[in-house]
């Protein structure tokens, strides 16, 4: 039997829905990736026209980050399960900036190849530089997390340790 989400650790919590958020858009991403191929193999006019080029690019952008993203969230849970020594309090706004940038990154590739305008992607590239962002503050906040939790937490570093002394 299932344990309520209150007595499972924060970190199993933020596992498990990176884990499965991450085969989740890996099969949405993969999905797209194999309806471009069928795009390419049917020769769709809509897709491979010349005229189509910017739409073809974003929506490869989109599958390529998407997909990219997908195995990062899937990683993500592997961490959270090897370094039981993470800091718990940046756990929460990592998480979200990772499903954010997850969502808004592919997106803004997507919609941006939805309506191009003269060979501009449309309006919706503007969410690519904030999930952009994001995704660069969720690296951060682990990469800083993963390197110095025992001084945030007490524990003694190598440089406090006390030393033999020789005599």
Known sequence: MPLPE??????????LRHFRLGWW????????????ETLHGFKV????????????LMWTLAHSHGTLLSIVNLMFSVVLR????????????????????????????????????SGDPGLGIVLVPVGAVLFMVAIFLLVRAIAAPASRQG???????????RS
Not at 25 to 33: C, E, R
Not at 45 to 56: I, W
Not at 155 to 165: F, G, H, L, M, W
């Open 6 to 15: 209150q007595l499972i650790p924060a970190k199993d919590v933020y596992a």
């Open 25 to 36: 858009a890996l099969l949405l991403f993969t999905a797209l990736g194999l309806a471009l």
């Open 45 to 56: 006019g809509a897709y491979l026209d010349v005229s189509n080029q910017t739409r073809r």
């Open 82 to 117: 090897t370094f039981p020594e993470i800091n718990v309090g940046t756990l929460r706004v990592t998480s979200r900036c990772l499903i954010v940038s997850t969502v808004l990154l592919p997106g803004g590739f997507f919609l941006g190849g939805i309506v191009v305008y």
């Open 155 to 165: 524990a003694p570093t190598p440089s406090r340790e006390k030393r033999p002394v």
